[in-house]
Every structure is written in C-alpha cells, then in structure tokens.
C-alpha cells in the first residue's frame, strides 16, 4: 500500500530536481533551493495520492509561490526526491 504520509512539510528546505522551464513559463527551476510553504494531496480514480508542493524559491520575487509534483523536489540534503525508480530517499543515480 502506497504511504499516505506527505513527502515534505512547511518549512523543509528543497531542491529542484526536475526541468521547470516548459511547465513554468520559461522560468528554469532546475538546481535551486526553496522553502515549502504549503502541501496538499489528491487522490486519483486508482487510489494513487498525488502530492502538490508549493514553494518559495530562493533569489525569485517575494511572494511568487510555484507549485511542484512532488517527484520535482528533494529535501535540501538528499540528492534525490522521495518517489524516483530506485526507492524513497535513494541515492541512486536519476536515470
């Protein structure tokens, strides 16, 4: 069974791990830290929960929040995000 605890919290310190520009209007993401500020779930028609992370990126206007799939972040001190091929939290390559 999948876990339905969130992958991040307010406040946890993110990386982008994922290209941004052709899902944020050109803004490249990719590399940069941020603070989330909100996380919200969903559940689709399989039962799947799909996790939407809001963040404020470090060095982007005040106040401009984006949101993620949560597969796009990792906490700050892991080199990976938590839903990638080789398991949570994995250091395994990002193939």
């Given amino acids: 069974m999948e876990s339905t605890d969130s992958p991040f919290r307010p406040g946890d310190r993110v990386r982008c791990i ?3 520009a052709a899902t944020h209007d050109g ?3 990719y590399g940069r830290l941020g603070t989330v500020h909100h996380v919200s779930a969903g559940v689709d ?3 799947l929960v799909h ?3 809001t963040v ?3 060095g982007i206007v005040a106040l401009a929040l984006f949101r993620h799939p949560a597969a796009e972040l990792a ?3 892991e080199p990976q995000g938590p839903f990638n091929e080789a398991g949570p939290h994995s250091t395994a390559p990002i193939s």
């Fill in 56 to 58: 404020d990126w470090d």
């Fill in 45 to 47: 028609d399989t039962g």
């Fill in 27 to 29: 803004l490249e993401l």
């Fill in 18 to 20: 994922a290209a941004t």
């Fill in 75 to 77: 906490l700050a001190d």
């Fill in 51 to 53: 996790w939407q992370v």
